[in-house]
């Protein structure tokens, strides 16, 4: 559910409105790059992603991880530093602990869906897989989106290790600084092996891998809708 308007435990000094915008900046709450749908503060230049901003219960349960109970944080607890065990990412902000795993999960990708679906094409989220990863070409790495015919795979840390090596720019030195556009992902993603041996398998193999790749970094960027998968799409070839 969205909100036009919300108050926000984190800037009690004001109200956050409901806006979107193609875009990228860095979430306040997880510390993650975010783009398209964020709560933001006018007068404070202070952004949410959606999933940060709507915070409607202090515990998560997620089927990966059936017996953990995830409780909301607002920092990482203790001094060791932690990582999310989707992304493989830091945490420094909000975050979803499980006191007795040690399991923590960033808000977005602990909403990560469960299903990617354009209508022809679905890819399904899993914890682990036994193929590898069309972008790193390594096994069994962290959450990976994988295509029903078992035959595409992707890292969700892969995707977030592509933002982060295409976005260094937005943040420079602490300070809060905008792009014009959002990064060239151009010839990341490889061919499996298996699909070269044809022109038309190399070309549903390219519209997967397009597919996947777009709708990945939308989810991760807090705002899985067609609308920025498409914007993302058009930098893709």
């Known amino acids: ?3 036009n308007e919300i108050s926000h435990f ?3 000094q004001h109200k956050l409105r409901f806006e979107y915008s193609e875009f990228p900046f860095k979430c306040d709450g997880c510390k993650e790059v975010g783009i398209g749908s964020r709560y933001k503060c006018a007068t404070c230049d202070y952004d949410l992603h959606m999933q940060c901003g709507m915070i409607t219960s202090p515990t998560l349960f997620h089927p990966f991880y059936s017996k953990c109970n995830f409780e909301f944080m607002s920092a990482p607890p203790g001094n060791t530093p932690r990582y999310c065990n989707a992304c ?3 945490v420094s902000g909000f975050v979803y602990h499980c006191r007795s795993c040690g399991f923590d999960l960033h808000p977005c990708c602990a909403k990560l869906p469960t299903v990617l679906d354009d209508g022809e094409v679905k ?3 899993y914890r682990k897989v036994s193929s590898s990863c069309h972008r790193c070409g390594r096994k ?4 990976s989106y994988r295509s029903k015919c078992k035959s595409y795979n992707l890292h969700v840390a892969c995707v977030r290790e592509m933002l982060v090596e295409n976005w260094h720019e937005v943040y420079v030195g602490g300070s809060k600084g905008r792009m014009n556009t959002i990064p060239r992902l151009n010839n990341t993603l490889h061919v499996p092996h298996n699909a070269r041996r044809s022109k038309r398998k190399v070309k549903k193999c390219c519209e997967i891998a397009g597919f996947a790749l777009q709708f990945v970094i939308s989810a991760l960027l807090g705002d899985p809708t067609p609308l920025i998968a498409a914007i993302v799409a058009s930098f893709i070839s």
């Open 10 to 12: 984190s800037h009690p």
């Open 140 to 143: 069994g790495r962290s959450w």
């Open 88 to 90: 493989e990412k830091d």
């Open 1 to 3: 559910m969205k909100y």
């Open 123 to 125: 890819l399904y989220l």
